[in-house]
C-alpha cells in the first residue's frame, strides 16, 4: 500500500445548529478542508452519516454534498457503519488513495440530530443495534449501555461516583476547544446529582445529542509538495467487528472488536501501547470509556475506572483521552464524530491544539470510532513522522 | 493498482420475500458465493443497501449481515448512493483489494422494500432525490422519471408506444432466468394498455419494488489459485456525478455522469464502445435506458427508442441489453441492483448464462448502475481475459 498523508482538515463547531441543514453543515467542514490545503477539487468524496434518511428523508447523501460543495461529477459514495461511520468513510478514503485510483481524497462526516423530536432521533439512534431482537423489545440504545455499565459496577465493584472521573476529564479539555459544544467544567457533586436517563446512566454520563461536521483530505505520498501543511501519517486505520446483539457475545464486558482492530492497527503500523502518547476515545457512555480502554490494551480488566481517577488519562497523564472534550462534551454528532476525532489528533501531532490541551511533543496519537454497543470498532494510528 | 477478478458470485431470486428479512435475504447470497470458490472468510465486507434504516429501522447493516453470515470479526461497511448502492460497494470491494489492504473482499448487495407499506416505500425511494428541493414540493421518484420521459417524447418527437421495445426486451430475455420477477413475455399491446403511474410512466415502464439480495468475491492476481472459477477481470469500475436535482442540470435528457463514467472506464481499460458485446443497463424505467444508452454514446441523442425497435438491443442484436430481464423483467431491489448486473456480467462471462440468453462468445461486458435521476453513475467493465 502507498504511504497515504492527512493535509487538510475542517470542522463546524457542534451544536443544536437550528440555522443549517445537513448539507449546510458538511459544505462548511468540507470548504475549510480544502481551503486549507489550496485545492478546490479532490478525486473521491466519501460521506460518513449515519440518520439522514431516517431523520430528514435524505439518502443519496454523498452526490447531494459534493453537488454543494461544488464539486459535481466528483465519485462519491456513503459510508454507513452507525456511529463508527465517520472513521468508516476516512478508512474508504485512505483505501481509495493507497490503491492509485486517487490522488487526493476527502472524507466528511455529517450528522444534524436535532432536525426532528427526540423521541425520533433515540428511536433512529437504536438503529444501530439489532432491530429484530435488541430493539424489537422496546429497549433503547442508552439502556444498552445501561445494561453493561451495571453489569461492571457489580462485576468489578465500583461506586456509580467513581464514574465522574471521565466526565470531569472529558470537560476540563472541552473548555479549550472552541468547537466543543459544552465549555464549562463538571465536578463529581454536580455528577452524583445529574438525573438519571436509564439506571445507571445518568445524563453526565451521556454524550449529547447534537449537530456537526468534520472533514479530512488525504493524498499520496507522491503528491505532498502540492499541499502547504505539514504532513501527518496514516500508520494504520483497521476495522473489527463484533456481534451486534449484546447477547450474543461470550462478555458482553469485553469488546473483542476492539482488541482485534488495535492489534490489527499495531501489526499494520509496527507500534506498541507504549508508543501512545494519546487516545481519542469513543466516550459516547462513561461506561464505553472504561470498556475501550480495557478491550485496546491500555488497563487490565476492571481497572479503567480506577486508572481513571489516579489521573492516568489526564491532559496531563500518562495516556491523555478525549483531548479536545470526547464525544461527552465536544459533542456527539454520530456520523461526524470518527472525523472530529481524527481532526483532533491531526491538530495535536500538527502542535497545533490550543496550549492547556496540548500533548507536548506529541508524535503518535491513537483514535477509535465504535459503531453500536463495540460491534464495529475502527482504530486509527496516526504520527507526525513517516514510520 | 493490483489486478483484481471476481472468483465467485451468488443470488437470490428477486420476489416479494414474505418469509424473509434483510438478514436472510443477504446471508442466502453470500454463503452461495462463498461456497462457489470454497472458502469461508474473508478479509472485508461491504453491503450495499439503501432503505434498511427508512424501512426495517436497521443501520449498521453490514456488521449484523456479516455476524448472521458467520463472520463475527471480519471489517465491514456499508456503502450507500441510492439505488447505486450495490455497485458502489463493489467499488469499495475491487479498491480494497486493488490497494493490497485485503486479498479478498466480498460485496453484497441487499433490499428489502416489502416489509412495510408501498406508501412508505415510495417515500423512502424518493429519498434518491433531493429532500429540500424536490420531494418537499411532493414529487416522487416515479414523477421525476415522468417529466424526463414527456421532455424525450417532446424534444425526439416520439409516440409513448415506441417505448415498449424496451419492454419487450427486458421480458424476453428474463422468461430464460430463474431468478428473475417476471417471466412472461409482453407486447405492445399490453404495453399501451397498461395502467398509468404518473403519466406518461405506466406501469410496464417501471420496474417492480422487490427483495432480493446478490454478491461477489473478487480477489487480487496473486490469490488465484487458490480458486476453483474462472476469474472475469475488473478492468474498470468507475464512479461519476451530476446534480441530484433535475432542475440544477443544464440539460436534464443528458446524462453527464453517464458520460463521464464511461469515458473513465474506457480510460481505465483502454477499451472503447466497439469492445463492448453486452451492457446491463439501470432500467429503473424506461425512459432510463435510453437516456443510459445515449449518455453512454451507445446512441447518439435522441436515437436510442428508435434503435430498440429496430432491435439493436436484442439478445440478438448489436448491443443485447438487460440479457437476465434488467431492472424491468428481473426485478429491481435497489441496493442489490448493482450487484445483480455484475453477478449477471459475470455469467454471460463464463458462458454459463441459460442458453437463450447466452450472447456467443462474450469475452466484454459492461455494467451500469445509477443512482437517483442519473445523479450518482457507475460502470464497469468486466473482461474474461486479463487485458
Redesign the interface.
Known amino acids: 500500500?502507498?504511504p497515504v498523508a492527512i493535509v487538510g482538515i475542517g470542522q463546524t463547531p457542534v451544536r443544536e445548529h437550528w440555522d443549517a441543514?445537513l448539507?449546510e453543515l458538511a459544505v462548511q467542514a468540507v470548504w475549510q478542508a480544502l481551503d486549507e490545503c489550496q485545492i478546490d477539487t479532490v478525486d473521491?468524496f466519501y460521506v460518513g452519516n449515519?440518520?439522514s434518511?431516517?431523520l430528514?428523508?435524505?439518502?443519496?447523501?454523498?452526490?447531494?454534498i459534493?453537488?454543494y460543495a461544488g464539486l459535481?461529477?466528483?465519485?462519491?459514495?456513503?459510508?454507513?457503519?452507525?456511529c463508527g461511520s465517520g472513521a468508516?468513510a476516512f478508512?474508504?478514503a485512505v483505501?481509495?488513495v493507497?490503491?492509485?485510483?486517487a490522488e487526493v481524497a476527502l472524507a466528511v462526516g455529517v450528522e444534524k440530530l436535532t432536525e426532528t423530536s427526540t423521541h425520533k432521533t433515540t428511536?433512529?439512534l437504536?438503529?444501530?443495534?439489532?432491530?429484530?431482537y435488541e430493539?424489537a423489545m422496546g429497549i433503547s440504545f442508552v439502556a444498552l449501555n445501561a445494561l453493561l455499565m451495571r453489569r461492571y459496577m457489580y462485576e468489578y465493584r465500583y461506586h456509580k461516583s467513581d464514574f465522574s472521573a471521565f466526565i470531569e476529564i472529558a470537560h476540563r479539555n472541552a473548555v479549550h476547544n472552541p468547537n466543543a459544544m459544552f465549555r464549562h467544567l463538571v465536578n463529581r457533586d454536580q455528577y452524583e446529582r445529574a438525573k438519571m436517563v436509564a439506571d445507571p446512566v445518568n445524563l453526565l454520563d451521556s454524550s449529547p445529542i447534537a449537530d456537526g461536521a468534520s472533514a479530512v483530505v488525504v493524498t499520496s505520498i507522491d503528491q505532498l509538495k502540492r499541499f502547504p501543511n505539514r504532513p501527518i501519517w496514516v500508520a494504520a486505520c483497521?476495522?473489527?467487528?463484533?456481534?451486534?446483539a449484546l447477547d450474543?457475545r461470550e462478555n458482553p464486558l469485553w469488546l473483542?472488536?476492539a482488541e482485534?482492530s488495535v492489534h490489527k492497527a499495531f501489526k499494520t503500523s509496527g507500534l506498541t501501547h507504549r508508543d501512545i502518547q494519546l487516545f481519542e476515545l469513543h466516550d459516547a457512555f462513561s461506561i464505553m470509556s472504561a470498556l475501550s480502554l480495557e478491550g485496546s490494551g491500555f488497563a487490565e480488566r476492571g481497572t479503567a475506572v480506577r486508572l481513571a481517577n489516579e489521573g492516568h488519562f489526564a491532559i496531563d497523564g500518562r495516556l491523555p483521552i478525549s483531548t479536545f472534550g470526547g464525544l461527552k462534551a465536544r459533542g456527539h454528532p454520530v456520523g461526524a464524530t470518527g472525523l472530529y476525532q481524527i481532526v483532533e489528533a491531526t491538530l495535536q501531532l500538527r502542535g497545533q491544539a490550543p496550549e492547556a490541551i496540548q500533548v507536548p511533543d506529541a508524535r503518535i496519537a491513537m483514535t477509535q470510532n465504535i459503531?453500536?454497543s463495540g460491534?464495529?470498532i475502527i482504530t486509527t494510528i496516526l504520527t507526525r513522522e513517516r514510520l
Do not use: P
Open positions: 500500500m502507498r441543514g448539507r473521491v449515519m440518520l434518511g431516517t430528514t428523508g435524505q439518502e443519496h447523501l454523498a452526490t447531494l459534493a453537488e459535481t461529477g466528483v465519485e462519491a459514495i456513503k459510508a454507513e457503519a452507525a468508516a478508512r474508504q483505501l481509495a493507497a490503491s492509485g485510483a428511536d433512529g437504536a438503529s444501530a443495534a439489532d432491530a429484530d430493539t483497521e476495522v473489527s467487528t463484533d456481534t451486534i450474543n473483542k472488536a482485534r459503531g453500536g460491534a464495529t
